[in-house]
């Protein structure tokens, strides 16, 4: 069917859950049947208005306390959502500004197993040799300590790893009717991986169908550089997003931007060319908004350029670069 069909179609819909507006903010009550696990055209589980702010929930990347509820969930990273910003349109940009997350269970867990992970054979990597057993470890979280610690399983060795709450998935509907799975990360967004999707930062991504249809989920308790074997901390959260738009900014990679830094995020196989993608993407943001010539900010990047591994696992791969605002001129 037609993308203007679909839309026509599937979004005009009546909002299914009880709803509360209080001084701009917009309460949505997680129901586990509402979950998703694709990004793509899907009726809205609500309208809400630029500069309002989502405050939900959201459940682990198994969707473990879905289960314990009755309820299976059919694939990775289940996803709350989506909610259609009203007025935004094709061409527009959607600004996700992170007000608050926070874990929202007493453990979370990590886990490593056959066919994922940057040291394991799979489908995109095969190599010789048996496949890393399934195996999964939990992690006692202390919210008042803001801590989770780390238990050895084939030792008595423990350590206490600070936590850094951010939301492993965070994406909009992609272009061209597609959907796509709550596994992947791409241009719209998706299963980033990104700590930059954390309090403090505004993330930024391009409006593919009228209304966005943002979705995000899979929270991160904490995790390093490269999510090497394929998990973070995985938890449910407890979150408030504030949308707004940028009319008429179109933007063709997701960017975050906090007081200090504006950050471009290139996202392809292989690690190079998701390196390519985000430098690039800075070089024609410095460009347009502060004035730099592309040449000059990219012999400039070669000298104060920052970059962020964020994930090397999933379908795609994520790298951030970034400059802090202190060697740029003055924003325009």
């Given at each position: 069917?037609?993308?203007?069909?679909?839309?026509?179609?599937?979004?005009?819909?009546?909002?299914?859950?009880?709803?509360?507006?209080?001084?701009?903010?917009?309460?949505?009550?997680?129901?586990?049947?509402?979950?998703?696990t694709v990004y793509g055209v899907l009726?809205?589980?609500?309208?809400?208005?630029?500069?309002?702010?989502?405050?939900?929930?959201?459940?682990?990347?198994?969707?473990?306390?879905?289960?314990?509820?009755?309820?299976?969930?059919?694939?990775?990273?289940?996803?709350?959502?989506?909610?259609?910003?009203?007025?935004?349109?094709?061409?527009?940009?959607?600004?996700?500004?992170?007000?608050?997350?926070?874990?929202?269970?007493?453990?979370?867990?990590?886990?490593?197993?056959p066919g994922f992970g940057a040291l394991?054979?799979?489908?995109?990597?095969?190599?010789?040799?048996?496949?890393?057993?399934?195996?999964?470890?939990?992690?006692?979280?202390?919210?008042?300590?803001?801590?989770?610690?780390?238990?050895?399983?084939?030792?008595?060795?423990?350590?206490?790893?600070?936590?850094?709450?951010?939301?492993?998935?965070?994406?909009?509907?992609?272009?061209?009717?597609?959907?796509?799975?709550?596994?992947?990360?791409?241009?719209?967004?998706?299963?980033?991986?990104?700590?930059?999707?954390?309090?403090?930062?505004?993330?930024?991504?391009?409006?593919?169908?009228?209304?966005?249809?943002?979705?995000?989920?899979?929270?991160?308790?904490?995790?390093?550089?490269?999510?090497?074997?394929?998990?973070?901390?995985?938890?449910?959260?407890?979150?408030?997003?504030?949308?707004?738009?940028?009319?008429?900014?179109?933007?063709?990679?997701?960017?975050?931007?906090?007081?200090?830094?504006?950050?471009?995020?290139?996202?392809?196989?292989?690690?190079?060319?998701?390196?390519?993608?985000?430098?690039?993407?800075l070089i024609h943001w410095i460009h347009?908004?502060?004035?730099?010539?592309?040449?000059?900010?990219?012999?400039?990047?070669?000298?104060?350029?920052?970059?962020?591994?964020?994930?090397?696992?999933?379908?795609?791969?994520?790298?951030?670069?970034?400059?802090?605002?202190?060697?740029?001129?003055?924003?325009?």
């Amino acid at each position: 069917m037609k993308l203007a069909f679909l839309c026509a179609f599937l979004l005009p819909c009546v909002e299914t859950v009880s709803l509360a507006q209080t001084g701009g903010v917009r309460h949505y009550e997680l129901n586990y049947k509402d979950l998703k696990t694709v990004y793509g055209v899907l009726p809205p589980v609500m309208h809400v208005k630029p500069g309002e702010t989502i405050a939900t929930t959201t459940v682990d990347a198994d969707g473990k306390e879905a289960e314990k509820a009755g309820f299976k969930v059919n694939g990775p990273n289940p996803l709350t959502g989506p909610f259609y910003v009203d007025g935004a349109e094709p061409g527009d940009m959607l600004k996700v500004k992170f007000i608050s997350i926070e874990v929202n269970a007493k453990e979370g867990f990590g886990a490593a197993g056959p066919g994922f992970g940057a040291l394991n054979s799979s489908s995109y990597t095969p190599v010789l040799g048996g496949p890393i057993p399934k195996t999964e470890w939990t992690y006692p979280v202390d919210k008042a300590a803001n801590i989770a610690t780390f238990h050895a399983k084939d030792s008595n060795f423990s350590v206490k790893i600070p936590l850094h709450p951010f939301l492993g998935c965070v994406g909009v509907a992609p272009a061209e009717g597609e959907s796509r799975s709550s596994i992947v990360p791409a241009e719209f967004g998706g299963n980033m991986d990104a700590p930059e999707a954390s309090v403090g930062n505004t993330l930024y991504l391009p409006v593919n169908v009228p209304g966005a249809l943002l979705s995000f989920g899979d929270g991160h308790a904490a995790m390093g550089d490269g999510e090497v074997d394929g998990t973070a901390i995985e938890i449910s959260m407890k979150v408030q997003l504030q949308v707004d738009l940028v009319k008429k900014k179109k933007i063709a990679w997701p960017r975050f931007e906090n007081e200090n830094y504006i950050m471009a995020v290139g996202i392809y196989r292989p690690l190079d060319d998701a390196l390519r993608i985000s430098y690039t993407e800075l070089i024609h943001w410095i460009h347009d908004s502060y004035g730099l010539s592309e040449m000059d900010a990219y012999e400039l990047l070669s000298k104060v350029g920052e970059v962020h591994l964020d994930e090397m696992v999933d379908p795609n791969y994520v790298v951030v670069a970034k400059v802090n605002k202190k060697f740029l001129p003055a924003a325009h």
